[in-house]
Structure formats: C-alpha cells, structure tokens
C-alpha cells in the first residue's frame, strides 16, 4: 500500500512540473482549448494508469510528449473531430505574456512542423532529441525544422510589410 501511495504522489509531482508543456503540445496539435484540456486529462490518467517511468527525470518528459501526441492523434483521428468544425482560438493579448504571440505563430505552419517547432523552441531540444521523442530520422526533423524557419521569416516578413 506504501508503494501504491508513492507513486500517486510522484506521479502528482511530474504532472504539476510538467502541465504547462503538455497543455501548450496538445492545444498546438489541436487548436481547440476543450480539446485540450480532454487531452491533459488523458495524459494523467496515463500516468497513474500505464508503466509511465516514474524514476527516470530524463525519460518522463519523453514519455508524456510522446503520450500527449498520442493523444492529439487519437482525437484528430475520432469520428466527432472530423465531423465538426472547430472555432477559431481567440486569446487575450493584456501583455501578460510575449509568447502567446509566439506560439499562435505556430498555427500558421503545417502539422509536421508545428511539434518540431515547439520542442526545439519551446522545450529547447537537439534535433537528435526531437527525432527519438517522435520516432522519425534526425534528417527528416532537421529538414523540417529548415522548412519551417523558413515559412516563419516569410510570415513575418509579410506581417511586417502590412
């Protein structure tokens, strides 16, 4: 039973560290806060649930990027989420933080782009580290990471020139 109870509380422990991060992956996946939200949930539930490497600090935030792509995944992928056209996100910009700014940049680049983006940024990751979390060759994330800065300057270039 003590065993059961430490590991409830380490699992408590990494979800609040990292709710932040699996929240800000699974609303750029899905562009939907409720969605979102379904999404985080899952992730916890996962965590106390699946054999989650609760031990291993390197390994947790691999495994909970992993699960919350996942998870974006599956509700793309469900019946419900084609069927139905989302709202457009719209945020409060009270100057509270510059990255909102940042990360709504990201909806602007196409799926396969958006995780490399963020990890890269965001999470501040090595293209090695990003192509093992999502399973893909670390040329083809490099590539795409090229791609991508590259849509983000011609997207600045043109706001700038509004």
């Known amino acids: 039973m003590q065993k059961q109870f430490n590991k409830n509380e380490r ?28 999404v985080f949930q ?7 649930t699946k054999n989650a490497p609760l031990d291993d600090n390197v390994h947790i935030k691999h495994w909970l990027i992993r699960v919350t792509i996942n998870k974006c995944k599956n509700i793309k992928k469900s ?10 996100l719209d945020y409060e910009k009270g100057g ?15 799926k396969s782009y958006r995780n490399i983006i963020y990890l890269y940024y965001f999470e501040e990751y090595t293209v090695p580290e990003i192509a ?31």
Not at 13 to 37: G, P, T, V, W
Not at 79 to 88: A, F
Not at 143 to 150: A, G, N, V, W
């Open 132 to 162: 093992q979390i999502l399973g893909e060759n670390k040329h083809t994330v490099n590539s795409r990471l090229q791609r991508s800065r590259k849509k983000l300057k011609k997207i600045l270039e043109e706001g700038d020139s509004l």
């Open 42 to 48: 899952e992730v916890c539930l996962s965590i106390l």
């Open 11 to 38: 699992a408590e422990q990494i979800m609040r560290q990292h709710a932040d991060m699996i929240y800000r992956i699974a609303l750029q996946n899905l562009k939907n806060e409720a969605d979102a939200q379904d």
């Open 79 to 88: 019946l419900w989420h084609q069927k139905t056209e989302p709202l457009d």
């Open 96 to 110: 509270k933080d510059q990255r909102i700014d940042e990360f709504e940049l990201l909806y602007t680049l196409p």
